[in-house]
């Protein structure tokens, strides 16, 4: 793995352990972690998680639902 590619899969760990928080909104968190726009870090975050921020964060809630029940 090229340096460039582990330092961009630590920021959208990162970026997950933000969204889980739920302390910031994507755009302040894409500008926190220094990306250009929220739509290049949206790329960037589906391109490496599989998903995008909102499906993300979607998931999160409907097993946080879950676990309740």
Do not use: C, V
């Not at 969204?19 to 790329?43: A, C, D, P, V, W």
């Amino acid at each position: 793995m090229a340096p460039w590619d582990f330092f961009s899969r630590l920021k959208i760990a990162y970026a997950r352990q933000l969204i889980r928080e739920n302390q910031m909104n994507f755009t302040q968190i894409s500008e926190f972690l220094g990306y250009s726009s929220i739509h290049y870090f949206s790329r960037q975050f589906k391109k490496i998680s599989g998903m995008t921020p909102t499906e993300y964060i979607t998931s999160i809630k409907a097993l946080s639902e879950r676990e309740r029940q």
